[in-house]
């Protein structure tokens, strides 16, 4: 006879899970102890159980099968929450097996008692705890098939005496379904699009992360209708490289081109993303949105034309039903004024740029102590990283350096929390995407805000012998915040981050590090961290007060910049 641990182990073996994250103890001890038994599974044991749930999510994200976490009693599985939401924010499929207190105790606010299936009530689109035998396995197969099917998170809640009970050796296995990706809009609804498409004028297409399994027919689209694409920051991954329709993101980190050109088009072309910043979509537009969740249609902008269903084949639908434009007057004009804001980055990039003569004048403006600009950092892990390398960013102004300076050529891919916008994430994404191709570059984009929060498990990729490379945007501060609070007219309060020297820190947990001051050696430091195949930490000091202008900026964002510097000016002197 087999016991319930065993069964799910073996049952989520099979069904090609090859690593499971999280910190043992206590209720999970049976179900370790059958990973420790069966070999197709890695235990990772993490520092802190929120990691544990970022690299299972990176992992499912990756690999488009389920990621596995646990947690423990109590205090251990709450930990879990934080990646979790990030998780379900992702749409990645994760199983997490939590912990629970001998079922005889379950009531009695017994010690490190937690009523786990209403604290992941919201965050799981499937949540149980097992008291019997009876319930395996369909309990499992519940948990896992929701997790995949929806997709999302599934939690299920496992207490110790439980999960060591025997199972009849009669019970079945579980049996898992497969993800359905067929789904194709109406034929009539299809029509439509086709024609509102072949009136207009001028079209512009928003594109996200959806139609990264379309990219041949999207280009196909965009040529037809000479239709310039701004894509979301998840689209990057797939449809940046070698897209001459492309013209950069919109939102706070994007660009006056793919703002001009939302703005200047007569029907938008929303195409697998749910885009959630309403405030940069365009007014006055025919909208027509391609997603394959009915409940993203129309919630962030008014849709004139709805498709639901897949990206791929929806597209295939629509092509031979679309007019070639006549003109690609709107196409050029985008991409034109795209080339150019490109152009003004690549002069912020050049790590000489301070000791030319315009760099001169704004580095007594923005940077007197001629510290490295972080655009610059940006763009030397552009040059230097792998073509299929894996890149992960911490929410703010990493990923704002990112999304403008890393070019996803070849097969690169990327990760972040871009839906639930969660601090710390970069670090234990990369470690689950590097346990998954020990010989692939993984290269994270940290901020130091982040990077500080979960520091301990910088010692789980030296104790696994992963390969990372943190590279850290240090700037002593909350970037995003100050820069909020500074175009708000409010003076930075709170912002500054007292940072130990993060490469000493970074050494004596057992990493290669170095930390760069100098932009004269900003470059080779790079290349040199790239080309090592250990866990390497970059702590690269940035100029903190480098502005990330928005792609419109309007003048009360600019009056309120200037009375917040004035502001800082006078605060420094009291």
């Not at 690593?19 to 069966?38: Q, S, Y």
């Not at 009669?170 to 497969?178: D, E, G, K, L, T």
């Not at 100029?543 to 009056?559: G, H, R």
């Amino acid at each position: 006879m087999t016991t319930i641990a065993e069964m799910i182990v073996t049952a989520l073996a099979d069904e090609g899970v090859t690593h499971v994250w999280g910190v043992v103890g206590d209720a999970l001890n049976p179900i370790t102890d059958a990973i420790r038994r069966e070999d197709r599974i890695e235990w990772i044991g993490v520092r802190h159980e929120e990691v544990a749930a970022y690299a299972a999510g990176a992992q499912a994200q990756l690999t488009g099968t389920i990621g596995v976490c646990m947690g423990t009693v109590g205090p251990g599985s709450i930990h879990l929450l934080g990646g979790l939401y990030d998780a379900k924010k992702s749409h990645a499929p994760v199983l997490a097996i939590c912990g629970q207190v001998p079922t005889c105790e379950i009531g009695s606010e017994y010690f490190q008692e937690v009523g786990n299936d209403a604290v992941f009530g919201d965050v799981a689109e499937f949540t149980a705890t097992v008291t019997s035998a009876a319930q395996l396995p369909r309990m499992l197969e519940q948990a896992v098939n929701a997790a995949v099917s929806r997709p999302g998170v599934s939690v299920l809640t496992i207490p110790g005496d439980v999960a060591g009970m025997k199972l009849d050796d009669s019970s079945p296995a579980p049996r898992f379904v497969a993800r359905d990706r067929t789904t194709v809009p109406g034929s009539a609804e299809v029509t439509d699009a086709a024609e509102a498409l072949n009136r207009a004028e001028k079209v512009t297409m928003l594109v996200g992360a959806g139609a990264r399994e379309a990219r041949e027919e999207a280009l196909q689209i965009a040529e037809k209708l000479s239709a310039p694409m701004v894509l979301t920051i998840k689209a990057k991954e797939g449809l940046e490289r070698d897209n001459p329709y492309a013209v950069g993101q919109t939102g706070l980190i994007g660009n006056p081109a793919a703002n001009a050109a939302l703005e200047g088009c007569d029907v938008l072309f929303m195409v697998g993303t749910d885009f959630p910043y309403r405030d940069w979509y365009p007014s006055g537009k025919t909208v027509i949105q391609l997603d394959s969740r009915l409940e993203h249609i129309g919630r962030r902008t008014p849709v004139d034309i709805a498709l639901v269903g897949h990206c791929r084949p929806a597209l295939g639908e629509l092509l031979p039903k679309l007019i070639s434009k006549p003109s690609d007057k709107h196409l050029k004009r985008a991409q034109e004024q795209y080339q150019l804001w490109c152009a003004g980055q690549q002069r912020l990039a050049d790590p000489g740029h301070d000791r030319k003569f315009l760099g001169r004048i704004r580095r007594h403006l923005d940077n007197p102590q001629e510290l490295i600009r972080p655009e610059a950092l940006a763009a030397a892990v552009n040059t230097h990283a792998a073509d299929d390398a894996i890149f992960t960013s911490d929410t703010g102004m990493s990923t704002v350096w990112l999304s403008r300076f890393l070019h996803l050529r070849g097969t690169r891919r990327l990760l972040g929390s871009y839906n639930l916008g969660s601090m710390a994430n970069a670090m234990p994404q990369a470690l689950g995407a590097q346990i998954l191709d020990r010989d692939r570059q993984v290269v994270a984009f940290c901020g130091d805000g982040g990077l500080m929060m979960l520091l301990g498990d910088l010692r789980t990729a030296v104790t696994y012998e992963l390969p990372v490379t943190l590279v850290v945007f240090n700037n002593g501060r909350l970037g995003m915040v100050k820069l909020e609070q500074e175009q708000g007219g409010l003076p930075e309060f709170g912002t500054v981050l007292d940072n130990p020297d993060l490469a000493a820190v970074a050494e004596a947990l057992g990493l290669q590090s170095r930390r760069v001051t100098d932009p004269r050696e900003l470059d080779a430091a790079v290349a040199e961290a790239l080309a090592q195949r250990r866990p390497v930490l970059l702590d690269v000091v940035t100029n903190p007060d480098e502005i990330a202008v928005p792609p419109n900026p309007t003048l009360d964002q600019a009056w309120g910049f200037a009375i917040a510097k004035v502001k800082e000016t006078l605060n420094s002197r009291e």
